[in-house]
């Protein structure tokens, strides 16, 4: 960018937002970033989302980063403002989304004094950022932007920090923005080594019992066209992670399910029968892998992956590729058009058919509900699905529990970024907040957030925000009155001992609640009840929350227990006993 102009470090921090493209940041103001709130005062073409809490704008800036594939932006002042901000950082840093985060310091003379909301947050947070910044000097302002920027979203991405003491904010400086970045320790890999990419291609040519196990980096690196000509190209069975969810398109006739703790069988029984295991972007995860000396023991591993931390981290890659998944995909499908223009031809036939078998013998199982009783929370995903179907653009966001399962199960996805939740630290309260922001990044998408009664109720505040920002999202509540997934695990595990789950389906009462944040609200009792509800609410164009009240003993399965082998799977059981 050339020329220089005069200005405070808080005008520079909003023209530098402006600089890397940042239509929409999500935050709260406080007496540390007063500034940067007055600047925004003064004008600035990026639009502020005003949060509840730091939380929920930490979650808005993750659902807009993975509704949109762009760095998603969060606010928040010192002390508790930053301290708050912490758990969607360490949620960004286990899901890799790119996120950079801004938080208000006090005064540089008074850090280290134990200031009115002092807190070393750039500390606090250096085991789950990539990188953190306090602002010392305001002339290095600029350029520390762009470096946050430039390392939010490049190699891996992830979560960064920039921390700002409110003198560099009211502090002068000719401001330029840089149009490069100079960091000699970043250098994340360009491209895949061509010998392991050929042998990869030349192992999956080979193979009969071969499967593509695809993760959330697969979205990340932009490889869906790739990944799906692969998977065409070759016959390959394609799986998905929980974060992966969307990659491939799940109506497809390769698609094979979701592996893991909550996985159906067929799935589960398609990776771990494998003789070689395509990992693309994935990091055989513990929900994924169960007990890892169990998980394909028969499956030589190819893996590829922007980050080399991962490889054989937890398996032994046979086949390592470093690299953009992007491009390793796109060269390894380039080598197998080679090998079968000299010859070379699939040899999976056999083995997908097993694995429909497998699909038919095992499907998902669950009673329907009779007479008065609760719903089933199968029934109201199935329903859901079949109210968005027809819909082209929709997004999913889920909490953590029951529901998510549920949701992974029952909704089907066929294009990316459809699916948001949270995978690797399992974040209740993850849902409103993120489907607020992914309605921010696509405000043409149908937002759907499937909430469980628990995680609503850490973060219903924000249906104000989605209310008055007009930004309405769509909350189907799977209401079963109980913290679901705990209390799944003490009858499973703790011989029924139900400690501290209790919620009631009725307090609050959510239909009120969702009226008094300025939503539509709807109660929905019975199967009768749900069409109707659901569809008043996905075509109201106001936020709005559906409370489907479901059996509070409806348990998730199939479900590996921890720790135990995929083949360990417990099954559902029928009301009479019978396994079904």
């Not at 996120?99 to 606090?124: K, P, Y």
């Not at 010392?136 to 390392?151: N, R």
């Not at 494998?274 to 890892?292: C, I, Y």
């Not at 850490?458 to 989605?466: D, F, H, I, P």
């Amino acid at each position: 960018m050339s020329g220089s102009k005069k200005m405070v470090g808080a005008d520079a921090v909003l023209r530098s937002l402006e600089a890397e493209g940042v239509e929409t940041v999500f935050g709260i103001p406080g007496g540390a970033i007063l500034p940067i709130y007055d600047a925004m005062a003064r004008g600035t073409t990026v639009r502020h989302v005003l949060a509840r809490h730091e939380q929920g704008g930490g979650h808005m800036a993750q659902g807009f980063a993975r509704a949109s594939g762009k760095v998603g932006v969060a606010f928040a002042t010192s002390g508790p403002g930053a301290t708050n901000l912490v758990t969607p950082i360490a949620d960004a840093w286990m899901d890799s989304t790119p996120l950079v985060c801004i938080t208000g310091q006090v005064r540089s003379n008074l850090i280290g004094t134990d200031a009115f909301q002092e807190c070393d947050i750039t500390g606090v947070t250096m085991p789950i950022v990539k990188h953190s910044w306090l602002v010392q000097d305001v002339e290095e302002l600029p350029s520390i932007m762009k470096a946050a920027f430039h390392v939010a979203s490049t190699g891996r991405c992830g979560p960064v920090l920039v921390d700002i003491p409110r003198d560099i904010q009211e502090a002068a400086l000719d401001f330029k923005y840089p149009d490069s970045v100079d960091l000699p320790g970043w250098k994340p890999p360009t491209k895949g080594h061509p010998r392991q990419i050929k042998e990869a291609a030349t192992r999956i040519a080979a193979a009969e019992k071969v499967v593509l196990y695809v993760g959330g980096g697969t979205l990340n690196g932009d490889a869906v066209k790739e990944i799906k000509e692969l998977a065409e190209l070759w016959r390959i069975p394609v799986v998905t992670t929980l974060m992966g969810k969307g990659a491939f398109p799940e109506t497809h006739e390769l698609f094979m399910g979701w592996p893991g703790m909550h996985g159906p069988k067929w799935s589960n029984y398609a990776v771990n029968k494998s003789e070689l295991l395509v990992a693309v972007g994935a990091r055989f995860d513990d929900r994924v892998t169960g007990k890892l000396s169990a998980f394909a023991p028969g499956a030589d591993i190819i893996h590829l992956d922007i980050d080399s931390a991962e490889i054989s981290k937890l398996r032994h890659a046979d086949v390592p590729v470093v690299g953009p998944l992007k491009q390793i995909l796109h060269d390894i499908t380039g080598e197998l058009r080679k090998l079968q223009s000299a010859g070379a031809t699939s040899r999976t036939e056999p083995w997908l058919r097993q694995i429909r078998e497998w699909r038919d013998e095992f499907p998902l199982r669950y009673t329907k509900a009779s007479g008065g009783d609760f719903m089933k929370p199968q029934t109201v995903l199935e329903a859901l699905q079949a109210q968005t179907a027809d819909r082209d653009d929709v997004i999913f966001t889920t909490g953590v529990g029951q529901h998510q399962m549920w949701a992974m199960q029952y909704l089907l996805c066929n294009q990316p970024r459809s699916f948001i939740t949270s995978g690797g630290l399992g974040t209740m309260g993850f849902g409103i907040p993120s489907a607020v922001g992914a309605k921010a990044a696509r405000p043409d998408a149908t937002v759907v957030c499937v909430d469980g009664d628990g995680c609503f109720q850490m973060t219903c505040q924000e249906l104000a925000t989605a209310s008055l920002e007009k930004l309405p999202i769509v909350v189907v509540l799977v209401n079963n009155g109980y913290l679901g997934m705990v209390h799944q695990w003490q009858n499973l595990f703790f011989e029924e001992r139900r400690s501290q789950v209790h919620l009631t389906h009725q307090v609050p009462d959510y239909q009120m609640l969702a009226e008094a944040y300025g939503a539509a609200g709807f109660t929905v009792t019975n199967e009768d009840e749900l069409e109707a509800a659901l569809s008043e609410a996905l075509t109201c164009g106001r936020t709005a929350v559906v409370d489907c009240r479901v059996d509070p003993a409806e348990g998730v399965y199939p479900m590996i227990p921890a720790g135990a082998a995929a083949i360990d799977m417990l099954e559902y059981q029928d009301p009479q006993g019978a396994m079904a």
